[in-house]
C-alpha cells in the first residue's frame, strides 16, 4: 500500500465518519454487541492510518537531514530512526489500549537484566518469539525497544511491507525482510549478518514459527516432519499449541551473534483470537489481558554444535507449549502470576508486573 493509499484511506475513514460510526452502531446493536466493536476498530484504524502519515513525514525528515550527506546509513541516522520506532510502537500500543482495551500482564521487571550479572546488563540478545497475531508482532519492540531503549534487528515477513511505515523504517534499520515462499541460503546467511557486532544495547529478534499456528497448518508441519526427519517428529509429537520452529534462521543468528549472547523466549497467552481483522472485530473488546512471559538462557547455557542447538530450541517450545496449556486450564489473568500456571521453558523467570505504555519498568 503506498503513503497515497493509506491518506485516502484515512481521508475516507475521517471524512465519512457520521456515516460510518452510525452504520457501526446500527451493526454493533442489531448483534447485541454493547461494546461496540465497529466503532472501537473505526478508531483504532484511523488512528493507526494516522501514525502511519506521521511516520511517513518523519522518514522524510530524517532522509533530508542524513541522505544529502551520505549518512543515511550512519550511526546517527539509525539512532534517530530508532527512537522514532519506538516512539511510534508506544503510540500504536496506546491507541490499541484506549480503542480496543488491550492491556498486558508481563513477567520480570527485569526483563533484559542479565541471567548471570543481573539487572543492568542488558545484551546482546537474541530473542525468540511465539507468533500467532499480528499484534505480537511487535511485542519485543515494546518490551526490549520502547520499554527498555535497546536496538532491535528484526527478521520480518516480507508481507509486513505493505505498510508504508514498516517499509520505510523497516528497510533503512537492521533488519531482513524474509519471503517465506523463497525463503533460502542467501536468506540465511542475511539473517546471520544481523547477529555480527551487536553491542549490549541490541537484540535480535525472530519468530520460529514462520507463520500463524492453526490446526491445519500444524498437521501439514508434522507430517512434512515425519516424512524428512521421524526422529524430530517424535521429539516435538507434544506440540499442541504451537508450530514446530524453523531452525535455519535461529541457528544463524547464534552462529554469527557475539560469544556473550543471551537468549530471551517470548511467550504469551490472549492473542490466538486475534488472527485476522475478521477475528479482531468478532472479538472486541480485549476482556482479559493478554498475559506476557519471558525466559531469559545465559550465553554459558546455551549448547555449541547444531544438532544440540536444535534440541535445546526443541525442548523450548516444548516447554513453552506445555507453559501455555498450563496457563489457559489455569485460567490465568491480571491477578495471577502466570508464572503459577507452568513451569515454562526454563532460564530465569521474574515476578508478575503491568506494563503500561510510555512507562519503564523501574518507574522512570
Not at 461494546?35 to 473505526?42: A, D, G, K, M
Not at 506521521?54 to 550511526?75: E, H, K, N, S, T
Not at 491480571?334 to 526454563?346: C, I, L
Request: net charge positive; hydrophobic share 50%.
Amino acid at each position: 500500500m503506498s503513503i497515497f493509499a493509506v491518506v485516502a484511506l484515512l481521508t475516507l475513514l475521517v471524512g465519512a465518519a457520521p456515516v460510518l460510526v452510525a452504520v457501526g452502531l446500527v451493526v454493533d446493536g442489531v448483534r447485541g454487541r454493547g461494546q461496540l466493536p465497529s466503532v472501537r476498530l473505526w478508531a483504532f484504524a484511523v488512528q493507526f492510518l494516522a501514525l502511519d502519515v506521521v511516520a511517513v513525514v518523519a522518514a522524510a525528515g530524517l532522509w533530508i537531514c542524513f541522505r544529502p550527506f551520505g549518512r543515511l546509513r550512519g550511526d546517527a541516522s539509525l539512532a534517530w530512526h530508532g527512537r522514532f520506532q519506538w516512539w511510534w510502537t508506544g503510540q500504536v500500543m496506546d491507541a490499541a489500549r484506549r480503542c480496543l482495551g488491550l492491556r498486558f500482564v508481563v513477567a520480570g521487571p527485569n526483563t533484559v537484566g542479565s541471567a548471570t550479572a543481573g539487572p543492568g546488563a542488558r545484551g546482546p540478545l537474541v530473542v525468540l518469539g511465539r507468533h500467532c497475531s499480528s499484534g505480537d508482532a511487535l511485542l519485543p519492540l515494546l518490551l526490549f525497544g520502547h520499554q527498555q531503549r535497546m536496538h532491535l534487528r528484526y527478521v520480518i515477513a516480507r508481507g509486513l511491507a505493505w505498510d508504508p511505515a514498516l517499509d520505510l523504517f523497516g528497510h533503512r534499520l537492521r533488519n531482513h525482510f524474509v519471503d517465506r515462499e523463497t525463503a533460502g541460503l542467501h536468506d540465511l546467511l542475511a539473517v546471520g549478518r544481523l547477529a555480527r557486532g551487536m553491542a549490549d544495547n541490541d537484540a535480535a529478534v525472530i519468530f520460529p514459527e514462520g507463520q500463524f499456528f492453526t490446526v491445519a497448518r500444524h498437521r501439514q508441519a508434522m507430517d512434512r516432519m515425519r516424512h524428512d526427519d521421524p526422529a524430530r517428529a517424535a521429539r516435538l509429537a507434544g506440540l499442541a499449541h504451537l508450530l514446530a520452529p524453523l531452525p535455519g534462521g535461529v541457528l544463524a543468528l547464534l552462529g554469527a551473534a557475539p560469544p556473550q549472547t543471551d537468549v530471551v523466549v517470548v511467550g504469551h497467552i490472549g492473542f490466538e483470537r486475534y488472527s485476522t481483522l475478521a477475528d479482531v472485530w468478532r472479538n472486541l473488546p480485549f476482556t482479559e489481558p493478554v498475559v506476557v512471559q519471558t525466559w531469559r538462557f545465559a550465553a554459558e547455557q546455551l549448547p555449541k554444535s547444531r544438532r544440540q542447538r536444535m534440541e535445546w530450541l526443541d525442548q523450548r517450545w516444548l516447554d513453552l507449549d506445555q507453559w501455555i496449556a498450563e496457563s489457559a486450564a489455569a485460567g490465568v489473568s491480571s491477578d495471577r502470576s502466570p508464572g503459577r500456571a507452568g513451569s515454562g521453558p526454563g532460564g530465569r523467570r521474574n515476578a508478575s508486573w503491568l506494563l503500561r505504555p510510555r512507562r519503564r519498568p523501574d518507574g522512570t
